[in-house]
Each structure stands twice: as C-alpha cells, then as structure tokens.
T-cell receptor
Framework: AQSVTQLDSQVPVFEEAPVELRCNYS??????LFWYVQYPNQGLQLLLK??????LVESINGFEAEFNKSQTSFHLRKPSVHISDTAEYFC??????????????FGTGTQLKVEL | ETGVTQSPTHLIKTRGQQVTLRCSSQ?????VSWYQQALGQGPQFIFQ???????GRGNFPPRFSGLQFPNYSSELNVNALELDDSALYLC????????????FGPGTRLTVL
C-alpha cells in the first residue's frame, strides 16, 4: 500500500527566510507527486506537480520541489517566504497505472507559519 | 470559467440522521472525486465518479454513497451518521485521466452531534 509521510506538523519561519517542507512516500510502483496548499477556511489549491521528465518542478509563486526517486522524497522549498505563504501544505501521490480512479493519497499536512 | 462549488457550506446533524452534500464540477470536467478531511488530518479519498458510474472507492463503509448526474454535478450521501463523520467534505473535479489535475471546491463542514 502507498503512504505519504510529512515529517513536520508545524514549521515556523521568519519572513524572507528559506523554508523546506519534507515529504516522503512509500510505493512499490511509480507515482505521480503533488503539493497542495490550503488557506484557512478554503479548499485545496494545487501548488505544483511532478508527472515525468525533469525532477525539479516549480510553481508560479516561487515554490519548487524535487523528485528524488532513490530517497522516495518530494520536498517543497522556497528560498524566501512571505507572510502570505502562511497556510497548510499537503503532499499527495497517485499511483501510476493504477485502476480504480486517480485517487490522491495525502499526507497529514504541514502548517507553515511565517512570522515577521 | 466557473470553479468547483459545494453546498451547503456548513451543516449540523445529529447521530443517526442522513445527509446529502452537493458539488458542481468545473466547466469541462467529467470526473468528480469526494474526500473527507477530519480535523488536523489530510483528506482521505471516499470515491470517484466518471460518467455517472463509480470509478474507484476508498476505505469507507457502504453508508457513504454517491451519485453523478448527466451535467457531471454530484451528490454525497451519508446514512446513519456517526460522531466520527464530523469533518470537512471536499469535492474535486477533473477530466478523465490519472495525470489530470483535480480542482477542489471550498468544502462542506459537517458537524454531527
């Protein structure tokens, strides 16, 4: 069975500092990887995704994540955070080639709190 | 382009009651997925509908059921509500295909007393 582990439940960081949110997955087959962000009282928004090709993927608001197959990781990074980045971040996977719908399996989330 | 919408926003029920949650998919999408997000947890997959047929189900009991209509909107029905059903219920729409991004609605907050 596949699973997703987000090692940090909360990450406090000062504004303009770099941040890394960690995500590891376990799966015996290939996976597609996603990061979603959830602002208070809102649904989930896709931040970025890895499907194939370059292992480094970027979002439009400065986040990036690198797929590391050997370490089964997909950590999310941003070189300089802003107050508006305060939110809950979820890592998720879909099994490649699996039947039964393209279900997302989510981690438990990491609360990023950016402080002045 | 209209995004994914859900109704109602909030709902309070008592144990044993039944509830119906509704979702309108994004224009052009034919697949709807439902997720349950308990407080402090990540969303968990309930089931997915494609062209009005169930197309995958997570580890939820049969009292969780759904429908998809010809216009691709969807309902989630939960019978015999239990306290543990209290959660945020998220609907996501997408086009068919594993790699197609799922776009989430704002969710329905269900409280079971």
């Amino acid at each position: 069975a596949q699973s997703v582990t987000q090692l940090d439940s909360q990450v406090p960081v000062f504004e303009e500092a770099p941040v890394e949110l960690r995500c590891n997955y376990s799966s015996s087959v290939s996976v597609y990887l996603f990061w979603y962000v959830q602002y208070p009282n809102q649904g989930l928004q896709l931040l970025l995704k890895y499907l194939s090709g370059s292992t480094l993927v970027e979002s439009i608001n400065g986040f990036e994540a690198e797929f590391n197959k050997s370490q089964t990781s997909f950590h999310l990074r941003k070189p300089s955070v802003h107050i508006s980045d305060t939110a809950e971040y979820f890592c998720a996977v879909i099994l490649a080639g699996a039947g039964g719908g393209n279900k997302l399996t989510f981690g438990t989330g990491t609360q990023l709190k950016v402080e002045l | 382009e209209t995004g994914v919408t859900q109704s109602p926003t909030h709902l309070i029920k008592t144990r044993g009651q039944q509830v119906t949650l509704r979702c309108s998919s994004q224009s052009g999408h034919n697949t709807v997925s439902w997720y349950q997000q308990a407080l402090g947890q990540g969303p968990q997959f309930i089931f997915q509908y494609y062209r009005e047929e169930e197309n995958g189900r997570g580890n939820f009991p049969p009292r969780f059921s759904g429908l998809q209509f010809p216009n691709y909107s969807s309902e989630l029905n939960v019978n015999a509500l239990e306290l543990d059903d209290s959660a945020l219920y998220l609907c996501a729409s997408s086009s068919v295909g594993t790699m197609d991004t799922q776009y989430f609605g704002p969710g329905t907050r269900l409280t079971v007393l």
